[in-house]
Structures are given as C-alpha cells and as structure tokens.
C-alpha cells in the first residue's frame, strides 16, 4: 500500500538559515512525488513535483526539492528561510493513478 | 489559465440539517474532481473523486455523498448532518491523466 511520512510535526528555523522538510514514502513502481504549502484558512498550493528526470526539482518561491530513489525519500529545502514560508507543508505521493496519498502535514516555523 | 471556485467560505448548520457545496471549475475540460475533508488543521482525508459527468467513486463511507451533474461542477450533500461532519472541505480539479492537483479555497463547516 502507498504511503506517506512526515515524521516531523513542527520544525523551527531561523529567517535567513537554510530549511528542510522530510518525507518518506512507501510506492510500488514508479512513484510521482509532490510538495503542497497550505496558509490558515485557505486551500493548498502546488510548489513542485518529481516524475523522472533530475534529482533535484525547483518550484515555486525558492523552494526546492530532492528525490533519493534508495532512501525512499523527497525532502523539501531551500536555502534562506523567510518569515513568511511559516506554513503547514505536505508531501504526497501517487502511483500514477487517479489518487494522491498524502502525509500528515509539517508546521514550518521560521522566526524572525 | 484555471481557475477552481468554492462556497460558501463558511457555513454553520445545525445537527440534523441538510448540506450543499458547490465546486467550479474554469478554464479547462473534463478535468477528475476530487473532495477532501481536512480536521483539524492537519491531514487531508479523501471523500470522493470523479473522473466524468455522473461518475462517482466514494472513498470512505459515511454521512456524504457527491454528484457530477456538469461536466467542471462537483457537489458535495448530506441530507442531515452530524457532529462530526465538522471541518474545512477542499475542492481539487487534476487532468484526465493524474498528477498534481489544484485545491479551492476550501469551505469552513461547522455543525452545532
């Protein structure tokens, strides 16, 4: 069964350091990954995603993201934190199919 | 460009009474519909999904239900609601084939 890990419930940094977000995930073949950020109150955005090609995927306001095929993982980073990348953050994962299989959600915390 | 509309923002309803929310989508043609119910601030929980006009697949049971009369409209029912029906409904529009999704601005539901 697919599935997605967010083992971290918060992570706090400080505006100018650099961030990252962990997943994991669990898929049979081959799988399509993707990042959402969520404000309060409102709906999620798309940041990025990974279907083949390059390790290393750009998105939306600086964010980055890095698939390692052996640690089964899709960590979200970017470089210099800003205080308002203070979100809630969540990976998804899918198998091609209709469905995206998302994690739990991790709180972004950058203060200022 | 595309464009996915929710409504109400919000909405307060008693135990007991019925429910309707409305999904538009602009911009594009036969797209897969998807409703998500999200608790708490956390974890999305997919309701229904649709992939054409009167095509509903239900994801988990319970109190819902879901219609497709238009081909980018997507209406999520219940007939009397619960309690626990309470939360923040999301909206999604994919293309035909999967992928990343695009969320509404989602709906505050609150049962009293």
């Known amino acids: 069964a697919q599935s997605v890990a967010q083992p971290e419930d918060q992570v706090n940094v400080a505006e100018g350091n650099p961030l990252t977000v962990k997943c994991t995930y669990s898929?049979?073949?081959?799988?399509?990954l993707f990042w959402y950020v969520q404000y309060p109150n409102r709906g999620l955005q798309f940041l990025l995603k990974?279907?083949?090609?390059?390790?290393l995927v750009k998105g939306s306001y600086g964010f980055e993201a890095e698939f390692n095929k052996s640690q089964t993982s899709f960590h979200l980073k970017k470089p210099s934190a800003l205080v308002s990348d203070s979100a809630l953050y969540f990976c998804?994962?899918?198998?091609?199919?209709?469905?995206?299989?998302f994690g739990s959600g991790t709180r972004l915390l950058v203060r200022p | 460009s595309q464009t996915i509309h929710q409504w109400p923002a919000t909405l307060v309803q008693p135990v007991g009474s019925p429910l309707s929310l409305e999904c538009t989508v602009e911009?594009?043609?036969?797209?897969?519909l998807y409703w998500y119910r999200q608790a708490a601030g956390r974890g999305l929980q997919l309701l229904f999904y649709?992939?054409?006009?009167?095509?509903i697949s239900s994801e988990v049971p319970q109190n819902l239900s879901a219609s497709r009369p238009q081909d980018r409209q997507f209406i999520l029912s219940s007939k009397k609601l619960l309690l626990s029906d309470s939360g923040f409904y999301l909206c999604?529009?994919?293309?035909?084939?999967?992928?990343?999704?695009?969320f509404g601005p989602g709906t505050r539901l609150t049962v009293t």
């Open positions: 999604a529009w994919s293309v035909p084939m999967g992928g990343e999704q695009y």
């Open positions: 898929v049979s073949g081959n799988p399509y």
């Open positions: 990974y279907i083949t090609g390059d390790n």
């Open positions: 998804a994962v899918t198998d091609s199919s209709y469905k995206l299989i």
């Open positions: 911009g594009t043609s036969n797209p897969n």
């Open positions: 649709s992939v054409g006009i009167g095509q």
